[in-house]
């Protein structure tokens, strides 16, 4: 069954039919609440909220894209649990009990594949958190339209979609986005590889 | 301080379109011509590049688990058996309280106030001792009834009196024997009329336990005088009444059956409805 017609019969009280839309878009739905949060918990919970707000809502999915509906509704929840943060800042149990390598989501189970040398799995580990901390470090609307360019490859008028915001806008942040994301990324210049080598000097 | 830093912002902007392929075909024409002769804007587009694919380096991750909803936290109740019926307990139960209640005041309405159905037992004892009463202070004026006396033989094989003092329901057995099996007649006294015998016939079957003592210690009591014989030979005389006792079918049992049957049925509907909504 094509994604119209499952998307039909969730629309008529199928949740089986919403829960095949739900494996084919979910990890597109949790690597975005993912990079935005920076946590795994959070991040699962947001997207179990967006999935479930979804659901509830999915007679007001008017057409378009179905996956950019799926998208702005777990980058609202995601901006909904960093407001709550922010307003009651904690320092979560695991935070606390991490070591200094980062959390357990990055590690080497999920970024490497049987064949890469230990040393290539861990350069390739340190890159990813040294990316998403320079990530954690944006303003929130940099951060996600930085995310739905360059990570998840989507266009402009989808991002705009996405984040209910004008074409323009998207454009502007995004470029601000790359340049705070350049001079971040200068810190661990020696954890790119060489072609993703970012140099002070413009390549003649 | 890079390149990307020196660019005015609108730069900055048509560098980062340029990258994605967002600009129209005039705008990346003309930028291509600058890029050509500006070397500081062709310096922050490899900067800007490198970042962009730098971000690109970061994987998919796995979700760690999967988002599926289950009908509870979609909030969907599966249908429980017999639901439909269920779903209306609480109105059928008030219908049956309201039939029962309407059965009860009807009864006490067409029975009167001494016919309450609230105290049979001590009414059939009234009863009883009514009866007892007016055989006893009524001379013993025996009918000659050719039947009587064709009964008189059988009656002399009959038990002493107070055997006879049986309960109106007696065994088949004794009543086969044409031994009056009501209290009507005993001691001498006439013959139950007809309205004692309906009035008796009001409790036939539905012997309260009061009754039964009362009965029970008459019996035990010792005969006042010993039976004449003639009085007891009139005693078959109840049996033509007896055998329209089913005629007589009580009423009031009837609706007490109906309204005990409304209200164990409101209680349970009742009680039905209590369940489902504590489940829900």
């Not at chain 1, 357990?104 to 290539?120: I, K, N, V």
């Not at chain 2, 970042?51 to 289950?70: D, E, Q, S, Y």
């Not at chain 2, 001590?122 to 009883?128: G, K, N, R, T, W």
């Amino acid at each position: 069954m094509d994604e119209p017609s499952l998307i039909r019969e969730a629309q008529r009280g199928d949740l089986d039919a919403f829960n095949r839309l739900v494996l084919a878009h979910q990890s597109q739905v949790y690597n975005l609440a993912y990079r935005i949060i920076g946590e795994t918990d959070a991040a699962s919970d947001a997207t179990q909220e967006a999935f479930l707000s979804a659901y509830r809502n999915l007679r007001g999915f008017r057409g378009g894209s179905f996956v950019g509906w799926l998208l702005r509704i777990v980058t609202n929840a995601c901006y909904d649990e960093l407001r709550r943060r922010k307003r009651r800042p904690a320092i979560s149990l695991e935070v606390l009990t991490e070591t200094d390598s980062g959390p357990d989501e990055e590690g080497p189970a999920s970024l490497t594949s049987p064949q890469e040398r230990p040393e290539a799995a861990a350069e390739r580990l340190e890159l990813s958190r040294a990316i998403q901390n320079c990530l954690d470090h944006l303003p929130l609307e940099f951060r996600t339209v930085a995310i739905l360019a360059d990570v998840q490859g989507y266009d402009y008028s989808e991002i705009a979609a996405v984040v209910g915001a004008p074409l323009g806008t998207v454009k502007s942040r995004l470029a601000r986005a790359r340049l705070r994301l350049r001079d971040c990324l200068q810190r661990f210049r020696e954890l790119l590889p060489a072609a993703f080598r970012l140099e002070d000097k413009a390549p003649s | 301080m890079t390149g990307l830093h020196r660019l005015p912002r609108r730069d900055l902007e048509k560098l980062s379109a340029y990258l994605d392929g967002e600009l129209t075909p005039a705008e990346a024409a003309r930028l291509d011509a600058r890029l050509r002769e500006e070397a500081p804007l062709a310096e922050a587009l490899a900067e800007m590049r490198a970042t962009k694919r730098a971000l690109g380096l970061l994987p998919m991750l796995r979700p760690p688990r999967n988002f599926t909803l289950t009908p509870e936290m979609a909030g969907i109740r599966e249908p429980r058996h017999g639901y439909p019926v269920l779903r209306w307990a609480s109105a059928l139960a008030t219908l049956a309280f309201m039939a029962a209640c309407g059965l009860d005041a009807f009864g006490v309405l067409s029975r009167g106030v001494s016919f309450g159905a609230s105290a049979p037992a001590p009414m059939a004892a009234e009863m009883q001792s009514a009866v007892l009463e007016a055989t006893a202070t009524e001379p013993a004026n025996p009918p000659p009834t050719a039947a009587a006396e064709e009964s008189a033989p059988i009656l002399a094989e009959a038990p002493p009196a107070a055997d006879a003092f049986l309960p109106p329901m007696a065994s088949p057995e004794i009543r086969s024997l044409g031994i009056a099996v009501t209290p009507f007649g005993l001691g001498g006294g006439p013959p139950a009329t007809e309205g004692d015998l309906e009035a008796q016939a009001v409790f036939p079957t539905e012997t309260p336990p009061s009754e039964a003592e009362i009965l029970a210690s008459a019996a035990a009591t010792p005969a006042p005088a010993p039976l004449p014989a003639e009085g007891t030979a009139r005693a078959p005389a109840t049996e033509a009444p007896l055998s329209r006792l089913p005629l007589a079918t009580p009423r009031v049992p009837t609706i007490r059956w109906a309204e005990i049957g409304f209200a164990g049925a409101a209680i349970v509907l009742a009680a039905l409805s209590l369940r489902g909504r504590r489940k829900r």
